[in-house]
């Protein structure tokens, strides 16, 4: 019999409370099994910089981290479940999860935090890293040979 699914996990895989299903599911992450295909990016190249743009609806301000450490930035993503909702009654199935997701990014040794630009709007979080530039080698001299 074929059921109904929801980003490849079963639409009733926990919709009479089994109570053993629900104890082997209860470490997922975030956005289930799914979490790392969740977390898309475009990368766009200008003639001065690079322009990253994330996927992360649902996402607050406070709840995404930039991080730069040995030339990789990483974006962490966390959300935690409202108390408040959990309150509205006995829950027969929950596809919102709390946790954490991440992606690292090699943007080069040269760059700072200081040149990194970020800004968040409907869920898309949008970086601007500046191209680092290339060290010039310098010019081949000849040397007169005396004699």
């Known amino acids: 019999m074929l059921m109904p699914s929801i980003f ?4 009733f ?3 009479f409370g089994d109570w053993d299903r629900q104890m082997r599911h209860m470490d997922r992450k975030l956005y289930g099994r799914n979490a790392a295909r969740e977390m898309k990016t475009d990368v766009h190249e200008h003639e001065d910089h690079y322009e990253l743009d994330v996927d992360l609806p649902g996402f607050k ?3 995404i981290t930039l ?3 040995n030339g990789y930035l990483t974006v ?3 959300k935690g479940l409202d108390q408040e909702e959990t309150k509205k009654g006995k829950v027969i199935r929950q596809e919102r999860y709390a946790g954490s997701m991440q992606r690292s990014f090699y943007v080069g040794e040269g760059i700072t935090e200081a040149d990194i630009g970020a800004k968040l ?3 898309v979080l949008s970086v601007n890293i500046p ?7 310098p010019e081949k001299k000849v040397i007169m040979i005396e004699g």
């Open 76 to 78: 962490t993503a966390a």
């Open 8 to 11: 490849g996990e079963n639409l």
């Open 67 to 69: 991080e730069l450490q």
């Open 131 to 137: 191209k680092a530039e290339a060290k010039k080698l």
């Open 61 to 63: 301000k406070d709840e």
């Open 121 to 123: 709007e409907h869920g």
């Open 13 to 15: 895989d926990e919709f």
